[in-house]
């Protein structure tokens, strides 16, 4: 079955050091996503991936970087994090299928906060 | 730009009776596919329902969905809602401005009381 992981599932850190959030996928699909999830403002898409050594900014890439060294990792990084970086953040990954749905499988999620 | 728009942020029903969740969009592209992702407590979305054909009914889990694009939704709909049905739910499109992403709607938590 599908697989979509994440490391930590949560972190705790404080105001300007440094956060990596790691993904992993075994799904072997080309793109991977970066999402926060806040109350009131749903899924929003950070930064994600077409493939290996590719990144793109999603809708609210400022204060984030993101890494893919492979097919199967995917990282998002908080060089500065800030308490405004407190969050549930979500990675998945996706392909088209037959119909051109790009129907994206949603790791567990990592709850982060920053003090 | 493009949306997709949950007009309520909250609904409450009693078991056993019917709901209705909505969603609308806006979008001056061709529309590829729509799902609703279903979010429990402290799990992460997963597909409920997708679609992609105009005024074709789509099921699963006892839930359904009609694309309708001549009003611009894709309702989510149950006859008898259960306990077990109390979670978030998203709505979501893949047009031809959104590549490979999805254009997520903000949520509509479901409560559903004995």
């Known amino acids: 079955e599908a697989a979509v992981t994440q490391s930590p599932r949560n972190k705790v850190a404080v105001t300007g050091g440094k956060v990596t959030l790691s993904c992993n996928q075994t799904n072997n699909h080309n793109n991977m996503y970066w999402y926060r999830q806040d109350t009131g403002h749903g899924l929003r898409l950070i930064h994600y991936s077409y493939g290996a050594g590719s990144t793109e900014k999603g809708d609210i890439p400022d204060g984030y970087k993101a890494s893919r060294p492979s097919q199967e990792n995917f990282s998002l990084i908080l060089e500065l994090a800030t308490p405004s970086q407190t969050s549930v953040y979500f990675c998945?990954?996706?392909?088209?299928?037959?119909?051109?749905?790009?129907?994206?499988?949603f790791g567990p999620g990592t709850r982060l906060t920053v003090l | 730009g493009d949306s997709v728009t949950q007009t309520e942020g909250l609904v409450t029903v009693t078991e056993g009776l019917p709901v209705k969740l909505n969603c609308t969009y806006q979008?001056?592209?061709?529309?590829?596919?729509f799902f609703w992702y279903v979010q429990y407590l402290n799990e992460a979305p997963q597909v409920l329902l997708k679609?992609?054909?105009?005024?074709k009914r789509t099921e699963h889990q006892g839930f359904h969905a009609t694309l309708h694009k001549s009003s611009s939704s894709f309702h989510l709909q149950k006859s008898s809602a259960q306990l077990s049905d109390s979670a978030l739910y998203y709505c979501a499109l893949r047009d031809g401005s959104s590549g490979n992403k999805l254009i997520f709607g903000i949520g509509t938590l479901l409560s559903v009381k004995p």
């Open positions: 979008t001056t592209y061709l529309t590829i596919a």
């Open positions: 998945a990954s996706g392909d088209a299928d037959w119909g051109g749905a790009y129907e994206q499988y």
């Open positions: 679609s992609s054909t105009d005024n």
